[in-house]
């Protein structure tokens, strides 16, 4: 088992970190495209989480790391365990990004934590971000990352569930292209989601892996749309099983008082992700 020294993780506690970057017309509408959706109409509020795209950590090709992620240290505590997931998080939407808004980013580490797991040790790395335009903030975010160990085995598909029933649901097909799309449009280089050979010898995976953030944009939109295009107040999520590609799956949400229940499913019904969204 990795030793882990967490008392000088811990000193990143309160590190910080600002970055700005443009809402351009090119970045909405591949964002757009990306979605299956229309191009952007000027002076329209933008999809959500479309803030997932600007100001990515990039670095050059000496400081990336064997997985295609920068390097461990700088800014994020240099976690001494290899494999790294985004595991959730939660957002609060509270103004609309446009086209033409010039937008900061504040970064802070709010928390780093231990422990042991089936897998081995696991190291949590809680991050709050807050976005604002001249406008004002638009965006708070928790973001939860959780780093651990290599895989001993091979990583499989979460067992098959029972047929949920849903108010709505959109099918995605999981195609190479679709990965490849978002990863360029976040600037993500983690091998996982492109280099299929890096993703099954590597990391123990039995295909390319669906980025997280993905699911969670197309949960949040379908909210907003079946709130007729009111973004949700508060946006939960968090991952509960890798999604892989080769097969559609599905982004799905029931409504309850105050908002909504979402989940993604896999083509055998298998939740890979869930999410809440209050109005």
Same mark, same amino acid.
């Given at each position: 088992m990795t030793e882990v020294d967490i008392a000088r993780l811990r000193r990143w506690i309160g590190r910080e970190e600002r970055k700005t970057d443009v809402v351009t017309v090119g970045l909405a509408d591949r964002f757009r495209a990306t979605l299956g959706g229309r191009a952007v109409a000027p002076g329209e509020a933008l999809p959500l989480a479309i803030h997932w795209c600007l100001a990515p950590a990039a670095v050059p090709p000496e400081e990336i790391g064997s997985d295609g992620h920068p390097a461990r240290g700088g800014f994020l505590p240099p976690v001494p365990?290899?494999?790294?997931?985004?595991? $959730?998080?939660?957002?609060?939407?509270?103004?609309?990004?446009?086209?033409? /808004?010039?937008?900061?980013? @504040?970064?802070?580490?709010? %928390? !780093?934590?231990?422990?042991?797991g089936r897998t081995g040790r696991l190291v949590f790395v809680t991050v709050e971000h807050e976005i604002s335009t001249d406008a004002g903030l638009a965006v708070s975010e928790r973001q939860d990352l959780v780093y651990r160990e290599?895989?001993?085995?091979?990583?499989?598909? *979460?067992?098959? $569930?029972?047929?949920?029933?849903?108010?709505?649901?959109?099918? !995605? %097909?999981?195609?190479?292209?679709? #990965?490849?799309?978002?990863?360029?449009?976040?600037? +993500? $280089?983690?091998?996982?989601?492109? /280099? &299929? /050979?890096?993703? &099954?010898? !590597?990391?123990?995976?039995? =295909? @390319?892996?669906?980025?997280?953030?993905?699911?969670?944009?197309? @949960?949040? +939109? #379908?909210?907003?749309? @079946?709130?007729? =295009?009111?973004?949700?107040? &508060?946006?939960?999520y968090r991952g509960v099983s890798p999604l892989f590609d080769g097969a559609p799956f599905t982004a799905n949400a029931v409504r309850r008082d105050g908002?909504? /229940? #979402?989940?993604? *499913?896999?083509?055998? =019904? *298998?939740?890979?992700?869930? *999410?809440?969204?209050?109005?």
């Open positions: 365990l290899p494999r790294r997931m985004w595991a $959730g998080g939660a957002l609060e939407f509270l103004l609309p990004l446009q086209v033409g /808004d010039t937008v900061e980013r @504040l970064s802070r580490i709010a %928390d !780093v934590s231990e422990k042991v290599a895989q001993a085995a091979s990583v499989s598909p *979460a067992a098959p $569930g029972a047929p949920r029933p849903a108010d709505a649901s959109l099918a !995605v %097909d999981a195609t190479t292209t679709l #990965l490849f799309r978002y990863s360029a449009l976040t600037f +993500n $280089g983690h091998r996982i989601h492109y /280099d &299929r /050979d890096y993703a &099954r010898s !590597v990391e123990g995976y039995p =295909g @390319l892996v669906v980025h997280g953030p993905l699911q969670a944009t197309l @949960l949040a +939109n #379908l909210a907003a749309r @079946l709130a007729d =295009g009111r973004p949700p107040r &508060r946006f939960v908002g909504f /229940d #979402l989940w993604c *499913a896999d083509s055998r =019904g *298998a939740a890979t992700m869930t *999410a809440t969204a209050e109005s």
